[in-house]
């Protein structure tokens, strides 16, 4: 049940934005382009990093439906889990694990951060628009993860795969 009492007890982020359209009247604008916008990480990378990191932030509300969305894109629904347990040994190439490092590090400890973070990346073959790319999604979804527990909505499963494949056909803008 949210916090707020002018919410509907199914609410979703759609109702946080449409009662201050002031606020995020350009919002969608700014996520299609972080997660939809050119960009060497392909959507479903980006996805699966939304994911994971809401994952790492236990909101199951993001986690859930943006894994939704990296699934439709055609990442393999083990990768989610195993990502969550161990990086390194995560099937994922080799080259996508320096940038999942970092937007961990960046979620967990963001005061931390040091140029071997990038140095790593960089050594994977990305290019510092792969990283502002990866660290764009990761601001992203940490300021959603706390928007999203800060008004109190809860994850509801049984929407998961609907949200996913309405991120996968539509991306982030009104229509």
């Known amino acids: ?102 937007v961990l590090k960046l979620t967990k400890t963001p005061s931390r951060m040091v140029q071997a973070d990038a140095d790593a990346v960089f050594r994977a073959g990305w290019d510092e628009k792969a990283l502002h790319d990866a660290i764009a999604v990761c601001c992203h979804f940490n300021f959603m993860n706390r928007l999203v527990a800060g008004h109190g909505i809860e994850a509801n499963p049984a929407k998961f795969l609907e949200r996913g494949q309405k991120h996968f056909r539509q991306g982030y803008l009104k229509r």
């Not at 919410?7 to 997660?35: C, K, M, Q, W």
């Open 1 to 102: 049940m949210p916090f707020f009492p002018s919410l509907p007890d199914d609410a979703s982020t759609v109702e946080i934005f449409a009662a201050h359209p002031d606020i995020y009247r350009y919002f969608g604008d700014v996520v299609n382009a972080i997660l939809r916008g050119p960009s060497p990480l392909t959507p479903g990378e980006r996805e699966l990093i939304g994911a994971f990191v809401s994952g790492v932030n236990s909101c199951d509300y993001c986690a859930g439906g943006h894994r939704a969305a990296a699934e439709a894109f055609g990442i393999d629904h083990a990768v989610f889990d195993a990502l969550m347990q161990d990086i390194a040994s995560a099937p994922v190439s080799d080259r996508l694990k320096p940038l999942l490092a970092y």
